[in-house]
């Protein structure tokens, strides 16, 4: 295969900012290939060889951006191979299991979700739960990065499948009835343990024993004191357990089941890949009219249902309860990937970012964190309850940039370059001190840095 890798031509002007040189930028460029490579499959990238041996959902969406920038032919087999596992519904499962890779290398795996007994789900064994719906976004930011024609053809297949998986969310997952979508699990948020799930997973019947009939495997691979609870375990294996009992079905699930809410980023995700399709559209000669239609209804919602007046920023809303979550965590600032969010809207979330519980600035202090620091039940080492994570950090500086807030953009950007620069291509980071965390030779931080540093 030819080496197609491009190292950046010059640094930006924040990574001069930070004391770096174009060297710096050359050795970042080829650590985040090098991990990519490592993590390759062959078709797909696995997130970590040890957490994650198999294909996750948004995973492979940030991926597909870094694989454009040094082997652009993967981002099409990455998106491809992922919605080859699409089922009848349209939805996109949150874990592809590579058959090669043994089922227990991974908790829980295809023999607890049992997809091969569901109707209409693939060929390949898979979960039953989706994750945020990034792909547009993703497909249409790696095209435009290096339109191709090979780009466009993929472009071409990948639209209906990606109108398909807009469209179950929109019709099966609107269990509020107001235009948005209703996650099913914690782990549908993509963000599985954040304080922002505490008040809806707290009325989960659970006890902590469920997990002695399992056998986790994550712990094995991380410190048990970052990871999730077996509380949370147990809950998380108590509501994919109604869920799977019901088929994986989406009717009635108002009356059954156990967890129901409706997420600003999995919602603002969903908007900003309508506007995404609209592009998308255009280059494969469909109509944009509706997906820009829908866009505007999503931001709507969004607005309508999630934002709170009183705390000035966006909130998850409980369907069981009707109320919206109280913690300040970062999923509220990421309704800024919309570009029609109202400038009232705009400015309050930037105001919450600023403060001291984000401390976000165009020179960063420290890394941006994923839940208020100023909280009492913020946890720097905790998984989703204070570290910072690229993937977030990317989205949030992807909206300052559509709102035209470059030199905080900057910011975030120059903050994403010294974690890797210091730490490596970590899973996640010390809200306070940088320290690389989780899995060391991560996916999406790789491919995220790529994507910054060709900036
Ligand atoms: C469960 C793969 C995934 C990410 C999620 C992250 C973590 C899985 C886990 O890893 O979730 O899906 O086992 O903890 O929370 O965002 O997609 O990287």
């Known amino acids: 295969m030819v080496n197609q890798t491009v190292p950046p031509t010059g640094s930006g002007p924040a990574v001069r900012a930070a004391g770096q040189t174009a060297g710096e930028d050359g050795r970042l460029w080829e650590l985040a290939r090098d991990t990519l490579d490592g993590n390759w499959a062959g078709g797909h990238t696995v ?135 209703s996650i099913v699990h914690p782990w549908e948020s993509g963000l599985d343990n954040s304080p922002a799930w505490d008040a809806p997973m707290s009325a989960v019947a659970a006890e902590a024993a ?105 909130h998850p809303r409980d369907l069981r309860t009707g109320r919206l979550t109280p913690a300040r965590t970062v999923l509220g600032l990421t309704p800024l990937i919309l570009p029609g969010l109202p400038a009232r809207q705009v400015e309050a979330v930037l105001a919450e970012a600023r403060s001291a519980r984000f401390g976000l600035a165009a020179r960063m202090e420290r890394p941006l964190p994923s839940h208020d620091r100023t909280a009492t039940d913020f946890e720097a080492l905790r998984y989703w309850r204070g570290p910072s994570w690229m993937n977030i950090v990317w989205l949030i500086r992807h909206g300052l940039l559509v709102h035209g807030h470059d030199r905080l953009a900057a910011g975030l950007r120059t903050s994403m370059i010294e974690l890797v620069a210091a730490a490596g291509c970590h899973e996640y980071f010390h809200p306070d001190t940088g320290a690389g965390l989780g899995s060391p030779a991560f996916g999406w931080t790789a491919a995220l840095l790529l994507d910054v540093l060709a900036d």
């Open 47 to 181: 997130p970590s060889r040890t957490l994650y041996p198999h294909q996750w959902s948004w995973d492979s969406a940030f991926i597909a951006i870094g694989w454009a920038h040094v082997r652009p032919e993967r981002t099409w087999s990455e998106l491809t191979s992922l919605f080859r596992a699409q089922w009848r519904d349209g939805r996109v499962p949150h874990i592809v299991f590579n058959p090669a890779v043994s089922g227990g290398a991974y908790f829980p795996g295809p023999g607890f979700w049992a997809s091969e007994t569901v109707e209409g789900a693939p060929a390949v064994a898979t979960s039953g739960l989706v994750q945020p719906p990034v792909h547009a976004l993703a497909a249409w930011h790696a095209y435009r990065r290096l339109p191709s024609e090979e780009g466009r053809a993929a472009l071409r297949r990948l639209y209906p499948r990606l109108v398909a998986q807009q469209r179950y969310l929109a019709t099966c997952r609107d269990v509020g009835g107001a235009g948005l979508a």
């Open 210 to 314: 469920v997990m002695r009939a399992y056998r986790r495997r994550d712990t094995v691979h991380a410190d048990p004191a970052h990871r999730p609870t077996d509380l949370d375990y147990a809950r998380y294996v108590t509501i994919v357990t109604a869920y799977r009992a019901g088929g994986y079905r989406d009717d009635d699930l108002a009356e059954r089941h156990p967890f129901l809410v409706e997420c600003p980023l999995f919602n603002a995700a969903m908007g900003a890949s309508e506007l995404a399709l609209a592009g998308i559209a255009e280059v494969v000669g469909a109509d944009p009219g509706p997906h820009r239609e829908r866009a505007v209804r999503i931001t709507q919602a969004v607005v309508n249902r999630l934002y709170d007046p009183d705390s000035g920023t966006f």
